[in-house]
């Protein structure tokens, strides 16, 4: 019943630990005591009492008789189980953060697992609910919601429940698939504590996961090339497991889908994002076609600046040989990126600050803590948390902002409640990618210096095909081995080839991919957690680049302050609004190919720029 882990795409960065320590400054560490005082607080296992009692007390006096009530009813008992939500929420999103904290400390995962399975349990009891509520029928529904206003304010949740009617089971095979996610959340606890564990030994020093990934950024090839030998030979020690828990969790998804009718396996993702499979075909497509125009021809520019035919993969993120290694401090890094939201809208700025003030972000590197970054977005009666690795580069800087735009959306959002206030996947990264498109626009546009301005555009267009045609290309692998595993399971080689495959596809014959890459889809955590959550990013990059395109042009007009107050609109909306609806107010369409096209040609123009 817990809200899911929001999490961005693992670009893990964090160079050696005393430098960055040195250039980063102070790094806050959040304070979750807005949760909970620890793992063996008592009122832990008071507020998991009240949801076990709760959901007995639900299942006691509605299990069998939902289609009968009348309209007051109804809204009562939605309106309880809004709060449920909330309840275990509160409890389940304790446990994720303070497990990302230390994944190495075996009290936390224990207590992370224990917390998780206690939630599942009583989840389980609740199966019933969804399955009754879309029993009733439409014109009995539309009655109720004319009756009575609190039905009318779930009626989004309802008619998104009701998406999902097709490809339900009976009581008893929703049952028992809800007790086997706890087997499921295993195994992907199995990666996470297996990546947490892993070290790394670079020219003589030992280094997190995290750490050594930033490396593979650094301006220094030998040290680049050292990382990128070191990642392969550490994770192909443990391919096997790797490649067991890719098999098993593909597998499982398999025979769920099947039940449930999905014709394909990015169906069932489709259907929970609200989001048709027309439309992400035609995303997907259109960014396939446009490989040669964007990746292939950045990556052949960017040899050049190297001085070179072509580009070694450990080069494919390396600082442009001119960029220099400079450092940002956490302060100078939060006050750019509160400046350019501030400049977008003073509401904006208003609700990002809260996060530096109250202690709601994690910034430090420290062992066993989870790498990337991510926001979790918590329950609507506390807030939301961010977690960062922050290690003072630009694209650091443009993960602050990025996560920092989650947590404002997160935060607008809130007033929908715990059924209403998470967007589908696909639009919960509108608001992150446009505070990352502030942040890059203001940055540039203060820059004098010319060379100094094509570095950050390079920087950014890297970033844009690291979302977009790399996050695709994540997609597709997952679909060939999502496809492969229906014939059986896949060996490590296997798997190793259909990476290879979807990967030179899209990088283009610019970057040199050596044999050993073969294993680095091992590291990929959305792949274990969120099978085909990837394409998200793509199709959020690109609605933000149409969407910064149509701010632009109101803001020659001199309507930047009505626009903001559109896009705040659309923030507050969370999960009621139709991604049709949403984007609406702005004269775009996510079902026509060109939208996605213009998203792209935004990136092709820079590009351009870089050439000229």
């Known amino acids: 019943m817990a809200r899911k882990l929001a999490k961005k795409s693992a670009k893990l960065k964090a160079p050696i630990k005393k430098k960055a ?110 399955l009754e509520l879309n029993a009733i029928s439409e014109k009995q529904l539309a009655a109720h919601a004319k009756t009575s206003s609190v039905v009318a304010h779930y009626m989004p949740w309802l008619k998104q429940l009701r998406s999902l009617k097709p490809y339900q089971l009976s009581d008893e095979l929703e049952s028992f698939i ?16 297996t990546i947490a564990r892993q070290s790394f030994k670079v020219k003589g020093k030992t280094l997190g996961s995290a750490e050594v990934f930033d490396l593979m950024c650094s301006p220094k ?46 169906s069932s993702r ?12 035609a995303l997907i497509d259109t960014v396939k076609r446009n490989y040669p125009k964007l990746a292939h021809r950045y990556y052949r520019w960017k040899a050049k600046q190297f001085g070179k035919k072509k580009l070694d993969y450990w ?20 006050a750019t990126v509160l400046d350019a939201y501030e ?52 694209r650091d800087v443009m993960t602050l902002a990025h996560e920092l735009g989650h947590g404002v959306h997160q935060v607008l959002s809130a007033k929908q409640g715990a059924l209403m206030c998470d967007t589908p996947l696909t639009l919960a990264e509108t608001a992150s990618v446009f505070g990352e498109m502030l942040t890059f626009q203001s ?10 301005r094509t570095l950050m555009i390079a920087a950014k267009v890297e970033d844009m095909l690291n979302t977009v045609v790399r996050q695709v290309a994540f997609c597709e692998f997952e679909r060939l081995v999502h496809h492969a595993r229906k014939q059986g399971e896949l060996s490590v080689d296997e798997i190793g080839q259909l990476w290879m495959k979807t990967q030179s596809e899209s990088l283009g014959p610019a970057i040199t991919l050596h044999p050993e890459y073969r294993i680095f889809w091992s590291y990929i955590p959305h792949f274990i957690h969120t099978p085909f959550y990837v ?78």
């Not at 080069?315 to 939060?334: Q, T």
């Not at 923030?571 to 702005?586: D, I, M, S, V």
């Open 535 to 612: 394409y998200a990013y793509a199709f959020g990059d690109c609605l933000v680049n149409a969407l910064y395109q149509t701010y632009t042009l109101e803001k020659q007009a001199g309507r930047s302050v009505a626009f903001s107050k559109k896009y705040l609109t659309m923030l507050e909306a969370g999960g009621t609004l139709h991604h049709r609806e949403l984007l609406a107010p702005f004269g775009l369409n996510a079902s026509e190919h060109g939208f996605w096209q213009r998203g792209l040609d935004m990136i092709a123009g820079m590009i351009d720029q870089l050439e000229r």
């Open 21 to 130: 320590a040195k250039a980063s400054g102070h790094l806050p560490v959040w304070d979750l005591r807005d949760l909970y005082n620890g793992v063996k607080d008592a009122t832990i296992t008071r507020d998991l009492a009240e949801v076990d009692a709760l959901t007995r007390e639900l299942e006691k006096r509605y299990r069998g008789g939902i289609t009968t009530l009348n309209a007051e009813a109804l809204g009562k008992m939605l309106k309880t189980y809004d709060q449920l939500q909330d309840k275990a929420g509160k409890l389940g999103s304790y446990a994720q953060l303070v497990y990302a904290e230390n994944m190495r400390d075996a009290a936390v995962t224990q207590f992370y697992q224990n917390t998780t399975e206690r939630l599942n349990h009583c989840a389980t009891r609740l199966v019933f609910f969804t």
């Open 221 to 266: 090839a030998p040290l680049r090339k050292a990382a990128a030998k070191e990642i392969a030979r550490v994770h192909e020690e443990s391919a096997p497991l790797f490649a067991l828990i890719t098999n098993t969790l593909a597998k499982a998804k398999a025979i769920e889908d099947d039940a449930r009718g999905f014709k394909l396996p990015i």
């Open 343 to 394: 400049a977008f809208s003073p509401k904006l700025a208003e609700v990002g600050k809260v996060f530096f003030d109250k202690r709601w972000i994690d910034a430090k590197v420290s062992p066993g803590k989870a790498p990337g970054a991510f926001a979790h977005p918590v329950v609507p009666s506390v807030h939301p948390y961010l977690l960062v690795n922050y290690q003072g580069k630009l």
């Open 315 to 334: 080069d494919r993120n390396a600082p442009l040989p001119s960029a220099g290694d400079k450092r940002i401090p956490w302060p100078e890094a939060v």
């Open 270 to 281: 489709n259907v929970s994002n609200q989001v048709e499979d027309a439309v992400v075909d």
């Open 443 to 452: 940055l540039v546009a203060r820059e004098k210096n010319a060379k100094a």
């Open 178 to 193: 809800s007790q086997q996610q706890v087997v499921q959340a295993s195994w992907q606890r199995l990666f996470d504590e």
